[in-house]
């Protein structure tokens, strides 16, 4: 799916765990509850700069990059030069896809 994603269209997400079950990524939830705050900031970061032309797959693809980094200890510093260090992320959105 690479429908255009608005703003309006996800309004209605509240939490960090509603942006990953709405787009079909797999979480733990241990590491969830213990790395919200830095899970969100790097998934933030790796959201396209564009707000007009997110799409489903962007999303995606945001969410799995964030939850990979989290787990191998990214940092938002360190993504934000959007190295794209991890190929594997950008093209599955099962669960633990490159994290091991």
Known sequence: MD???HPDDI???LSIE???DYFGVGYDVDIMQKQRVPLLRLFQ???PDDEQG???RSYQQA???A???VVKGDSVPALEMRCGGCHE???SSEEGACCE
């Open 54 to 56: 997110r799409t489903y």
């Open 18 to 20: 509603d942006f990953f």
């Open 89 to 91: 992320c950008e093209t």
């Open 45 to 47: 970061a790796m959201l």
């Open 67 to 69: 939850y990979c980094g």
């Open 63 to 65: 969410l799995v990059k």
């Open 11 to 13: 309004d209605d997400l």
């Open 3 to 5: 429908d255009i994603i």
